[in-house]
């Protein structure tokens, strides 16, 4: 008899695990609230990366994880994705952060080992017209990551899960789950809950523990009405952490921030968050933009796994918490769903 898997939460983790189960031959249905890819999966930078900045922390296993994930993207979708140069400039031609950014990008590529996606490049900066950078740097090193178009993408998938036969139930907002496989009233083998900062919520509502907590921390982008050819990682005026400006459909895609909220309902931009985006990205420019150059924002909430008070230093990593036939997704990032789904394949498998 075919095994019945229960999904709730039409992410990116509950999208592609769908798929995943259904080509292991389960039948699955997948209850989304609203609808699919809708909500954190679809307020991202967009990159599907390790996370350079992630080595700091010493996240070694997270973020060749993560670089093995990237490669499966690229590699399975390239229509919708591709590599991206990313240049980290500097001013000063010798210094500490510059040593630490060189040995930091030499490890990235050694953990990605075969799947690298080309060779860092430590090179002077030209002065010229193309040039958005202030002339005060002088030196930029430069490695490869990936980057996607998620709307199309997101298509692609939801198209692949309607021919595995996957049963999606949008604007369906389930009452209740237990560990024993009921969603409301339906009965499955197995549920799993993939509701990303939603988890605990969801976890408590229905009466069981929950192992891990959630630190909801937002992230908030700006679309500019401004062109760069290609990537820019650069420290915000915090210090504290790094912001990115990608070229994005002829214009130019700038975050994210990090702020600490209450709840991960209906998450949107502030004037602080927006202040600090234009000040930070001004800061390197030669030419600098204002409000007007602002087209669109949009702001997601992580589902991080609360470590400590610094968020900056939490892991992007997941956690899956098994309870009878409840399987419980924390954390995670759209770059490493496949990781998810192939973890929670083995565990449905093995039972």
Known sequence: MIKRIGIVGGGISGLVTAIFLAREGYKVSIF??????????????????????????????EVKNGLNDRHWWL???????????????FVNLISLDLLKFFFGVKLYALLAGSKSLGNSKLSLIKKNSDNVLSNNYKLELSFFDGVMDDTLLGKDLIKQAKQLDIDIFENHE?????????????????????????TKILLQKNNIKSLRDIDYIKGSHLILNKQIKSGIMFTGIC????????????????????????????????????????????????????????????????????????????????????????????GGKWTTAPSIARKIVTIINNE
């Open 174 to 198: 389930i009452s209740s789950f237990d560990i024993n496989g009921k969603i409301d009233e339906q009965n499955f083998d197995n549920i799993i809950l993939a509701v990303g900062p939603w």
């Open 32 to 61: 989304e609230k609203n609808f699919l890819l809708s909500e954190t999966s679809s307020k991202t930078t967009k990159l599907l990366h390790g996370g350079l900045r992630y080595l700091e922390n010493f996240h070694f296993k």
């Open 239 to 330: 210090n504290s952490r790094y912001i990115f400006a990608l070229p994005f459909k002829g214009l130019t895609l700038l975050g994210t921030t990090e702020e600490r909220v209450k709840s991960p309902e209906n998450p949107s931009i502030d004037l602080s968050e927006e202040s600090y985006l234009l000040e930070s990205f001004n800061s390197i420019i030669k030419n600098p933009i204002t409000k007007k150059d602002i087209l669109s924002s949009y702001s997601g909430v992580r589902p991080l796994i609360k470590e400590g008070k610094n968020s900056h230093k939490a892991s992007r990593d997941f956690f899956i918490q098994k309870n009878k036939r409840l399987i419980s997704i924390f």
């Open 75 to 89: 590699k399975n979708f390239p229509q919708h994705t591709n590599k991206i140069k990313i240049s980290i400039p």
